[in-house]
Nanobody
Framework: QVQLVESGGGSVQPGGSLRLSCAAS????????MGWYRQAPGKQRELAAT???????VYADSVKGRFTISRDSAKNTVFLQMTSLTPEDTAVYYC???????????????WGQGTQVTVSP
């Protein structure tokens, strides 16, 4: 199984910055996509940013120019640098990894436990 450990959430004032990290471990053979989704209270989970091996990062329109996703392939870790945060960015942020593993066999999608990001004055 693929385990994901997230860190870096917290509270910040509008205009501030936070950096999220997500480390994947387990019986990983290869990682295809690593990304961040977010879910605000009363709303559906939505994509924030993803990065796929061999492709350019994909960002939600709402975070373009403010968020940067990056990946340390050697450490199976993905980062989300968030700047110019607004109250509308307040949500639980979930890490997602699509990977091929030995247990279970094949390609699967795994989710982290979520980390709270709160932006308020």
């Amino acid at each position: 199984q693929v385990q994901l450990v997230e860190s870096g959430g917290g509270s910040v004032q509008p205009g501030g910055s936070l950096r999220l990290s997500c480390a994947a471990s387990g019986s990983i053979l290869s990682i295809y996509t690593m990304g961040w989704y977010r879910q605000a209270p009363g709303k559906q989970r939505e994509l924030a940013a993803t990065i796929t091996t061999g492709s350019r990062p994909v960002y939600a329109d709402s975070v373009k120019g403010r968020f940067t996703i990056s990946r340390d392939s050697a450490k199976n870790t993905v980062f989300l640098q968030m700047t110019s945060l607004t109250p509308e960015d307040t949500a639980v942020y979930y890490c997602n990894v699509v990977a091929r593993a030995t247990v279970p066999t094949g390609v699967s999608s795994s989710w982290g436990q979520g980390t709270q990001v709160t932006v308020s004055p």
